[in-house]
């Protein structure tokens, strides 16, 4: 195995992957994957937070369907990123690597209140940090917040693993001669609207100068290609 690009990652889960094939719940042995090539990015040194989703219990406003006060919705989407938070530090447990969850939500007999002291000192000493709770405001989604925290913490890259594989020129499942890119500017996502990564996320990442990479999480070994280097998927900077 070759030397790793980036010495500090913040990797974005989205929660419909942690749910496998049905997007719903939990599929322990996509975890697994995922917490094996984790596992081989720590072992290579490099320094990882993690944020997920909650779209595989709840989604926010989408789910609240009008029929609840949009910031009590949006809190039940930060308590399922808390759920997933527990459910995939103790598959990296399980697998031999310290993980810590820390919470924008105080809920200390369930996890870590978050501060970047304690969150610095974790990464510091090889533990993967699984920053919960989105922002721990309404109204942002966790693509905001791993934006924040991929900020707050030095982050070298974001590396967002989605179902897709990258950015496209216009939605492939609607437009078939949609093409995929290699490389594209945070202003380009502005401009044309694309929506791969929502707007304040885009706007955050680019004034701190921090790039993205977008790729498919299938297979989970392309979380470790990423870091090592290996073109796939899409970068934004």
């Known amino acids: 195995m070759g030397k790793p690009v980036y010495k500090r990652v913040l990797l974005k889960l989205s929660g419909e992957a942690l749910g496998g094939g049905s997007g719903r719940g939990l ?34 406003a989408k789910d609240g369907g009008g029929k ?15 759920m997933n938070s527990i459910a995939l530090s103790e598959v990296l447990e399980q697998q ?11 809920m200390v007999r369930v996890a870590e209140p978050y501060s970047y002291g304690r969150a610095m000192h974790h990464l510091e000493k090889g533990r993967v940090v699984l920053f919960a709770a989105g922002s721990g405001n309404p109204y942002f989604t966790t693509d905001s917040a791993a934006a924040l925290k991929a900020a707050e913490i030095g982050a070298d890259a974001l ?20 093409k995929k890119l290699d490389r594209i500017g945070y202003g380009e996502i502005l401009s044309k609207d694309l929506k791969v990564i929502d707007a304040a996320a885009t706007s955050l990442l680019r004034d701190n100068a921090i790039p993205t990479m977008i790729f498919a999480l299938d297979p989970p070994e392309n979380i470790l290609r990423v870091v090592m280097g290996e073109k796939i998927g899409t970068q934004v900077d």
């Not at 937070?49 to 779209?55: K, Y």
């Not at 031999?96 to 105080?106: E, F, N, Q």
């Not at 590396?159 to 949609?178: E, Q, R, S």
Request: net charge positive; proline share 4%.
């Open 27 to 60: 599929d322990f042995a996509v975890m697994a994957q995922v917490a094996k090539a984790v596992k081989s990015c720590v072992d290579a040194g490099v320094q990882v937070g993690i944020v997920t989703g909650g779209g595989n219990y709840w989604r926010g």
């Open 68 to 82: 609840m006060e949009r910031s009590r919705a949006d809190q039940m989407g930060m308590l399922a990123t808390v």
């Open 96 to 106: 031999g690597v310290p993980a810590r969850v820390m919470t924008m939500i105080d």
């Open 159 to 178: 590396l967002m693993a989605k179902h897709i594989d990258g950015v496209y020129t216009a939605d492939p499942k609607k437009d078939p001669a949609a």
